[in-house]
């Protein structure tokens, strides 16, 4: 009866194709809003992943997130050092400063200074010069996408013709100051979507307006064996400041972004309209497909049905409806993040996200089949005779 | 098992609703009938004609009365055991057919042997053998839209049939279908449904078909008012549609 069941679904050609769409489109939605979602709020803490070598993150204590720089005073960086358990800190200067380019247009820019000794911080993929070219005069790395968009040049003399990425020996101005390119980097694209330019710190600090504190953050390495909870608990008490592991500032970051903006609400409001479109045409499809073969249903009943059968019949119909609209629209989901371009649009999916959509499609398919099941089930086989 | 009783029904009573809304569908009917008989139910809309087949058929509680069907109380068992019964020894043919649109005339025989859990290709195979009885061989893989009124009844026939049941229970097997279409369906009933261990139940309005039973039971008012041999119930109406249409 199973096998029947299957037929019956399959054979319903117009409202199958109608609940397969429906359940689809509904996957796709759920699916590929939050692969989204997800990819924006990855962003966020970019620059906490692009470090990978700082075991914690010392920074001011009223600090919200990573890109919500408090200036500290220099000297945080010595009390950091001399904590017991750490093996090296470093400074990190992070700034939004405008930069004046080669064709006089001015671009808002990430400036991220970078210790001048040991280079730690400065990006670890880089496409063109090396990193040891930072400590040339005036150098700084650009990144990749930044290079392409906001800061490509003209091509030619006409500065209305075709564009040029940023290259190596471009020279630029950041608040006044001289700066020339002397790399290009692959770095992870980050939320606020503007060009990053890593360069050394005491080179940052000279580009930026003067400021008594210039110190950003403070990248530190734990000593071989030390606990890293402990240290992290030591260098808040001893310093006053705030240290993070790259975890904890990770998540620090996602929450301030959940909590204090509307995009949750935003992506939210899609995924529930997602959900509401499958429940909406594949629930509603579905629901009316068992309603057109209750008389079907009903003379089963009759010739012996069990309520059991007929029941095992519409989960299975549902069943199927629904994991051919779920691995239709995961498909989709896929195939759309592999179209569009990483740089273009953030797209995440992680492998939670399937399952979310699956127990999204679960529901609409247990709540239509379950109120198609309660029509099966207080179906009066009697009614099949035409009296 | 020609000749014993295949029911055996005493004042069997049905109200609907209850107080004032309440509606006596049976008023107390009696009613004998036997393995090998065709009985045919007839009276106006609304006499109880309905809800006689339905308990005749397992599918409705009796409020009163006695009654056994094939030896059997089907009120005495409970809804999975009637279900079960049911399945076991009642078959069906509705006015309307009721063929499941999406699978074949094939799989659409075989449902009562594959709701009882039989092997599914033994199930076709003797699907297969019903439909030759009735005359569709060769149409087994047709969708039953592609048929014919009178074709479908025959599938509808041959899926009765299937299981070998005791009492087969015809709903206006005709009223869908043309005269001619209904007289061939009629002979088919007559033919493949009546045996001497079956007795065959028919609800009709069509005295077109009245020739095809041994008895008619006349009913009127939740009530059987009388039950009359066929050939002189067929033989009066034929004599009073003369006087009717002298030529």
């Known amino acids: 009866m199973l096998r029947i069941a299957l037929q019956m679904l399959f054979g319903d050609r117009a409202k199958f194709y109608g609940i397969l769409i429906g359940l689809t489109f509904a996957t796709l939605l759920i699916t590929q809003q939050s692969a989204i979602f997800v990819g924006l709020m990855t962003r966020t803490y970019a620059l906490i992943e692009e470090i990978p070598q700082a075991d914690l993150w010392v920074a001011d204590p009223t600090l919200q997130f990573v890109d919500d720089t408090k200036p500290m005073a220099v000297t945080a960086l010595d009390r950091v050092r001399s904590v017991q358990g750490v093996e090296w800190a470093s400074p990190l200067f992070k700034s939004i400063l405008v930069a004046k380019l080669p064709n006089g247009g001015r671009q808002l820019c990430d400036v991220i200074g970078v210790d001048d000794a040991t280079l730690i911080g400065a990006p670890a993929t880089v496409v063109e010069g090396k990193v040891e070219d930072l400590r040339k005069p005036d150098a700084i790395f650009v990144e990749t996408r930044g290079a392409r968009k906001q800061l490509a040049q003209p091509a030619t003399d006409d500065p209305r013709g075709p564009k040029r990425p940023m290259a190596v020996g471009d020279v630029l101005e950041l608040n006044e100051k001289r700066a020339v390119v002397v790399g290009i980097a692959e770095t992870r694209p980050s939320f606020q979507n503007v060009p990053t330019i890593y360069t050394t710190y005491f080179r940052a600090i000279g580009f930026a307006p003067a400021n008594r504190r210039t110190l950003s953050m403070i990248l530190v390495k734990a000593a071989p064996g030390q606990d890293l909870e402990t240290l992290r608990l030591r260098i808040e008490r001893e310093t006053g400041l705030s240290a993070y592991t790259p975890g904890e500032f990770s998540w620090k970051t996602l929450d301030y972004w959940m909590k204090q903006t509307g995009i949750p609400i935003n992506f939210g409001i899609a995924i529930l309209l997602g959900f509401l479109v499958g429940v909406a045409i594949a629930g509603q499809m579905f629901y009316n497909f068992t309603l057109d073969n209750l008389k079907y249903f009903g003379a089963m009943k009759a010739m012996g049905a069990t309520s059991g059968q007929l029941l095992g019949m519409v989960a299975l119909q549902g069943m199927a409806a629904g994991a051919l609209g779920l691995g239709l629209g995961l498909g989709a989901t896929a195939l759309f993040g592999l179209s569009v371009p990483p740089d273009r649009l953030a797209f995440k999916l992680i492998w939670q996200l399937p399952l979310i959509s699956a127990g999204a499609v679960t529901v609409i398919v247990v709540g239509a089949s379950s109120l198609s099941m309660l029509k099966v089930i207080r179906l009066d086989p009697k009614e099949v005779f035409s009296g | ?247």
Request: hydrophobic share 40%; net charge neutral; with cysteine.
């Open chain 2, 1 to 247: 098992m020609t000749g014993s009783a295949a029911i055996h029904a005493s004042a069997i009573a049905k109200t609907y609703g209850t107080g004032d809304a309440a509606v006596q569908a049976l008023r107390g009917v009696d009613l004998q009938a036997n393995f090998g008989e065709m009985v045919a139910l007839v009276g106006p809309s609304g006499c109880g004609k309905t809800t006689l087949i339905s308990i005749l058929a397992g599918l409705l509680s009796r409020d009163g009365g006695e009654l056994r069907l094939a030896g059997t109380d089907p009120d005495a068992l409970d809804n999975n055991a009637r279900t079960l019964w049911r399945r076991e020894h009642v078959g069906f043919i509705f006015q309307q057919f009721n063929l499941v649109p999406q699978i074949s005339v094939l799989e659409n025989v075989a449902i009562p042997l594959l709701l009882r859990g039989d092997h599914r290709g033994t199930s076709l195979e003797r699907a297969a053998q019903l439909l030759e009885r009735v005359g569709l061989k060769g149409r087994e893989a047709s969708q039953p839209h592609k048929l014919s009124g009178g074709q479908q009844q025959r599938v509808a026939i041959a899926r009765s049939l299937v299981h070998g049941p005791s009492i087969l229970v015809c709903d206006e097997p005709t009223s869908a279908l043309d005269g001619a279409t209904g007289q061939r369906v009629m002979e088919l009933v007559r033919e493949q449904g009546c045996r001497p261990d079956r007795l065959v139940v028919l609800v009709t309005h069509d005295e077109r078909i009245f020739h095809f039973a041994d008895r008619i039971v006349h009913m009127d008012d939740g009530r059987v008012t009388r039950v009359v041999d066929a050939k002189s119930e067929v033989a009066a109406l034929r004599a009073a549609q003369a006087m009717e249409n002298p030529r």
